[in-house]
């Protein structure tokens, strides 16, 4: 199965007004787009952290009132589900597409997973790139930028992991819409495959739990 690369049609789903509508316009536009990519790259993620991972499409199910605001593919080391576990993304908002690992508030590792961080926080400075971002929410768009980030922020933010019983940590590539829409199928595939093995470190960490 190949990507066929991220349109415009693809972000207009989430201007769609009502839930319903905006489910129907997700289901048959953008879903088999985040299948393929998890047809894609569970195999190269599964190579990469050298354990099988299963990728999970966001069905919404939760949804009664509210369309979603975004939408994606997670990556994880269990069939039946990713978010109690560190996994990555692949997904998109609106204005941008989204390549993330995370750890978020489900998770059973969050509180250990705060105190590993911060003793690895050197380690993390080193293999971050400035022009990754991270996220204490993955339901907002929201991002702080790596290069703007100092080593007391970064430990702000990994203690509030730890103590903060409903915190989330992201970290991963933020690609606007307009950039987007420009790059090749080869160039998403690099992209991809770059932003995995780069935070492929924070998901390490998080198996030493």
């Known amino acids: 199965m190949e990507f066929e690369r991220f349109t415009k049609e693809d972000f207009n789903v989430f ?5 319903d509508e905006r489910m ?6 953008v879903r088999p787009k985040l299948e393929s990519l998890g047809e894609i790259y569970a195999p190269f993620l599964s190579s990469l952290c050298q354990e099988e991972m299963f990728a999970h499409v966001a069905k919404h199910a939760r949804r009664s009132v509210n369309p979603p605001k975004d939408t994606w593919v997670a990556f994880a080391a269990n069939k039946r589900g990713y978010k109690r576990h560190p996994h990555f ?15 978020i508030y489900e998770a059973d590792i969050k509180t250990e997973y705060g105190k590993v961080l911060k003793t690895h926080i050197e380690e993390i400075e080193n293999r971050i790139p400035a022009y ?7 339901t907002k768009p929201d991002t702080i930028s790596m290069e703007g980030l100092s080593r007391e922020d ?3 933010l ?16 933020r690609i606007p819409q307009k950039e ?7 160039e998403w595939d690099q992209t991809f495959k770059d932003a995995f093995t780069t935070l492929l470190p924070l998901y390490k960490l998080g198996a030493t739990i």
Request: aromatic share 12%.
């Open 158 to 173: 990994f203690d509030r992991l730890e103590s903060v019983k409903k915190a989330e940590i992201l970290c991963g590539l």
């Open 24 to 29: 129907g316009e997700l289901k048959k536009q």
């Open 89 to 103: 993304q692949i997904g998109l908002f609106e204005s941008h597409v989204f390549i993330w690992f995370a750890v």
């Open 132 to 138: 990754f971002v991270w996220s204490k929410d993955h």
């Open 15 to 19: 201007t769609v007004d009502g839930l």
């Open 180 to 186: 987007a829409l420009e790059m090749s199928k080869d």
């Open 154 to 156: 970064l430990t702000a």
